[in-house]
């Protein structure tokens, strides 16, 4: 079966510091992957997509980054956090299967940004 | 992707079914149904998905009019540990983005 990782589970930064957040995906071959966030008492918000190694697709600018250096692992970074990218962060993956493409999330990652 | 409305609150008592209304009048031929939940802290869950036809699985069911403008997720006998946000969620194929909305918050009741 296929599971997802994620870590740390939670994370606190001075603002200005840089970030590294680490997904993993085990049990399946060339994911979608993706990052969400969800702000606090708000709904999830699409950062970044991969549909292979080397491809990101972004979805709202800002000043984080995303890559994806092997088929099932997916990083968000930051060179310098904002108190703004305070939230949760989510990893997924799907897998196009007759016509749907489910997608299935992480843990999540906290992260406060003081 | 179309939009959904799910009432904002429901409450369950434990060992009933719970059924959770979604309306999507504006939803395409090509898109599906998805129910997502989320517990506190927790990312979100996927429950159930379908097209037209009603679906079952060990944690479900799906029932979705005729006309596709609404659909109900099914609990059949809510515990405790349903206690969650749940997310009604419509998404053709090839779309990457899940928009989820407030969705509904169940509180199931001793």
């Known amino acids: 079966s296929q599971t997802i990782h994620q870590w740390p589970a939670t994370l606190v930064q001075p603002v200005g510091s840089p970030l590294s957040l680490e997904c993993t995906v085990e049990?399946?071959?060339?994911?979608?992957l993706y990052w969400y966030r969800q702000a606090a008492g708000r709904g999830l918000q699409l950062l970044f997509y991969s549909v292979g190694i080397g491809q990101i697709s972004s979805e709202v600018p800002q000043n984080l980054s995303a890559s994806r250096p092997q088929d099932r692992q997916f990083i968000l970074s930051s060179k310098k956090l904002l108190l703004s990218d305070s939230g949760f962060y989510l990893c997924?993956?799907?897998?196009?299967?007759?016509?749907?493409?489910?997608?299935?999330f992480g843990p999540g990652t906290r992260l406060t940004v003081l | 992707d179309a939009k959904t409305t799910q009432p904002p609150s429901m409450d369950c008592a434990e060992g009933r079914a719970a059924n959770l209304p979604c309306n999507h009048s504006?939803?395409?031929?090509?898109?599906?149904v998805y129910w997502y939940r989320q517990i506190h802290s927790q990312g979100p869950q996927y429950i159930i998905h379908g097209l037209k036809n009603n679906e079952t699985n060990e944690m479900a069911s799906l029932i979705i009019t005729e006309d596709r403008k609404s659909s109900t997720l099914i609990l059949p006998h809510a515990t405790l540990r349903d206690t969650a946000v749940y997310y009604c969620i419509v998404s053709g194929a090839g779309s990457y983005q899940l928009t989820f909305g407030k969705g509904t918050k169940l509180s199931v009741i001793p």
């Open positions: 997924a993956w799907s897998v196009q299967v007759l016509g749907t493409d489910t997608q299935y």
């Open positions: 049990g399946t071959s060339n994911p979608n």
């Open positions: 504006t939803i395409s031929g090509n898109e599906y």
